[in-house]
């Protein structure tokens, strides 16, 4: 009996480490849109994909910059003469911030831009209207400008979190034409320093301090530690600029430095009332940088443009979401992500809507907050990721019905939403009445890629949907053959064609730019056809018969923790900095509520070590380096790696280990008994086999 169960493992074993994997998942029903919604539906046209089909394209993205002011109308709409760099719109000039804000004061001046709720529920909401946005963004450019000393081009890192400060600063330095770095407020102090080190960035702008779960966080006291992570980079941070999170008050212990730290708050006084001419600006200037994790090294920083990034955010904002001026939208991410970016900040405003911001944890203080916030300010559409909603389920699962809200529009996003979850969401959450997107993109993609178009494509459980207009995705397995969509088989998927949201290069690294996501399916690196050039985007996903997308997972060393990527090489060098650690290795365990959790392996060095204290050591270094987020779920201390005869460390077994699988064939590695002894560790002497473990899990650290 034993013997059956462990060739049918082998078996699988096999199949899934060829490079057309099978993928075995059942076929949900569809659900459909109600009548009510698509009578109110910005896009009903089936039409559409013709309009954006292949014979149409570029012109057909026209469309969407056309939902823009220009200030220079654009003479090319996508140049490829240094491909795989495009140009979008190009000879065009525009502005982010009077795109978002100057040109909706006619019609819009006294209508809520943001309504920001604070975590504390004994604070009421405050709402910001354009016309208030619009004196309160021209002040802070003002400032930027005179006493900042930046104009057009130069990089700023802001480390925040989510409140109307936040928006206020990156407005303020688009008007400018200044590149924005935002670097999420959860990130420690190190991991700030290195980015605005690595984005050349003179000026950080951060906050006293924010509420999380109840409490009032310290967050100055990471500039500090930010400003000597840059200076060991060898780089300046030569002002730091502190908002408070609450007037008249210092949220923090730490000292401000003289000359170097200075409070808005005091030098905000000398820009009163000043009016800053926004500055037009070239299409494919940079509009911010978004650092995220990749397969090898330091964290990248990604490079979105002006022209080509703000049309595809207001089109997909407005087709996708649906969301009109007279909508009420919460999008429950985190501004620091790129999440909040298009879908809180650019995409709402530009089209003129009330977007939400709420500072705090989503079950703070109960798992009846949302739907509270949901009632209270009359939200009308939602959008949040699977684990929030994984964890409002496990928190309060009759909460939503004790609150008289009603949303006609959902929005999932960040990782795959398990069909029962989906339901949950569909059933509870959005009452049998909203409509649901399941929406896939990336921090790269500036946008949505995937989603069915909420009211033409029926919905399904689990699946993120067919390509939106314009996007015209492929699946290919290891050598570049297409994998047909209904083959049942999964591999790699790829967009053939480039998009307007599209990133333009990592900053300051073409050359990892063209590595990272052409070079593995490009045939030609001279072409400048954009057809020779498909864009990977790192993620394992199958085509169903009827066309949709399922997205499996990434296919690369980076770890989907609640919907944040983390790169496992960051954590392991972080590992890496506690004296007794020889080596490290981070692999990722399936985690009910955040998907996937990081799970550490460390050998140490000859001598006698406390294995405990080294534990947490190790847990300490990736907080302090990276921030909680990346906190293990446990951290196995291990006579030895089990390495390949070539010395390269099987991160696929020590995951099959942790994840309670079989390890597989580890015959031919250099030590085979070693990972019999970490087996018994970890999981005692009963070899336990769980079914339906994800593919991204399967194959982590397959060589390829
Ligand atoms: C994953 C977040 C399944 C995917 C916008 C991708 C998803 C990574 C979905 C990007 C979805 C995002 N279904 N997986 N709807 N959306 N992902 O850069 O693995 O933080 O590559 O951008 O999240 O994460 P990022």
Redesign the pocket.
């Known amino acids: 009996m034993a013997d059956v169960r462990v060739m049918k493992e082998k078996e699988q074993e096999t199949e899934v480490n060829e490079a057309q994997i099978a993928v075995h998942w059942k076929e949900e029903q569809y659900f459909y849109p109600s009548s009510k919604f698509i009578g109110q539906a910005y896009l009903t046209d089936p039409a559409v994909d013709q309009r954006f089909s292949e014979k149409n394209f570029p012109e057909c993205f026209r469309e969407y910059a056309d939902l823009l002011s220009w200030d220079q109308y654009w003479h090319t709409t996508l140049d490829t003469s240094d491909a795989p760099f495009w140009k979008w719109y190009a000879g065009g000039k525009l502005n982010a911030s009077y795109n978002c804000i100057d040109r909706h004061l006619e019609q819009y001046r006294n209508k809520a831009a943001f309504v920001f709720v604070g975590e504390p529920e004994d604070v009421p909401p405050l709402s910001i209207t354009y016309q208030e946005l619009y004196y309160q963004v021209n002040e802070m450019a003002a400032l930027l400008r005179d006493f900042g000393g930046l104009k057009a081009g130069d990089r700023v890192t802001i480390h925040m979190p989510v409140v109307p400060e936040l928006p206020i600063t990156m407005l303020a330095c688009a008007r400018l034409g200044v590149i924005h770095s935002v670097v999420f407020g959860g990130f420690s102090g190190e991991a700030c320093g290195m980015r605005a080190a690595d984005s050349g960035s003179k000026v950080l702008v951060t906050i006293d301090g924010y509420y999380r779960s109840g409490a009032m966080t310290d967050h100055k006291e990471k500039a500090d530690i930010a400003v000597k992570t840059a200076k060991d980079e060898k780089h300046t941070i030569e002002k730091v600029l502190v908002w408070h999170r609450e007037p008249g008050k210092y949220n923090s212990k730490t000292p401000m430095v003289e000359g170097r730290d200075f409070f808005v708050e005091d030098v905000l006084k000398k820009y009163a009332g000043q009016i800053v001419e926004p500055v037009p600006m070239p299409s494919e200037a940079p509009l911010f940088l978004m650092y995220?994790s990749g397969t090898t090294g330091r964290p990248k920083g990604c490079q979105h443009g002006t022209g080509g990034y703000l049309s595809y955010v207001a089109g997909t904002t407005k087709y996708i979401q649906d969301l009109h001026p007279t909508d009420v939208y919460w999008c429950m991410a985190d501004i620091g992500?790129?999440?909040g970016h298009s879908y809180i900040v650019y995409g709402p405003l530009a089209l003129a809507a009330t977007s939400v911001l709420y500072e705090g944890v989503p079950n703070y203080p109960d798992a009846g907050r949302p739907w509270r916030v949901a009632k209270r300010l009359n939200v009308n559409i939602f959008h949040t990721s699977p684990t929030a909603i994984r964890m409002l389920r496990k928190a309060g699962p009759d909460e939503p019905a004790k609150y008289d809200y009603h949303f006609k529009h959902m929005t999932?996003?960040?990782?795959?939403?398990e069909p029962e979850v989906w339901k949950w969401y569909h059933e509870v959450v959005g009452k049998g009445e909203a409509v649901i997107v399941?929406?896939?993109?990336?921090?790269?993609t500036g946008g949505f890629l995937c989603s069915t178009k909420p009211a033409i494509d029926p919905m399904k459980p689990g699946s993120?949907g067919p390509a939106l207009p314009g996007i015209y995705p492929v699946i290919f397995d290891e050598e570049g053959k297409e994998v047909k969509g209904g083959s049942g088989k999964a591999g790699n998927i790829c967009i053939r064609n480039p998009w307007p949201g599209m990133f333009q290069t990592i900053y300051g690294d073409r050359d990892r730019f063209v590595a990272q996501y052409y070079r593995k399916y490009n045939k030609n690196p001279k072409s400048k056809d954009w057809r020779d050039w498909p864009y990977f985007?790192?993620?394992g996903a199958v085509q169903a018969p009827d066309g949709y997308f399922r997205?499996l997972?990434?296919v690369d060393d980076v770890i989907?923790v609640a919907?944040?990527?983390l790169g496992t090489k960051e954590l392991e060098s972080a590992c890496l900095t506690v004296n007794e650690v020889a080596e490290a290795a981070v692999i990722p365990v399936v985690d009910e509520v955040k998907g996937r959790v990081p799970e550490v392996y460390v050998s140490l060095k000859p001598g006698q070590h406390n294995a405990t204290a080294v534990s947490e050591a190790v847990t300490k270094a990736i907080e302090h380096q990276i921030g909680k987020i990346a906190r293990p779920k446990k951290v196995h201390v291990v006579p030895d790696m089990p390495k390949t005869r070539s010395g390269k460390i099987m991160r696929r077994v020590l995951a099959a280990i942790s994840n309670q699988m079989d390890t597989g064939d580890v015959t031919t590695l250099a030590n085979p008994d070693v990972v019999e002894q970490i087996r018994v560790m970890v999981q005692g002497n009963r070899p336990v086999i769980t079914k339906d473990v994800p593919e991204d899990v399967k194959r982590f650290g397959e060589e390829r």
């Open positions: 995220t992500w790129i999440t999932t996003v960040g990782e795959p939403i399941d929406t896939w993109w990336q921090t790269e993120a985007a790192g993620d997205i997972g990434r989907n919907g944040h990527r």
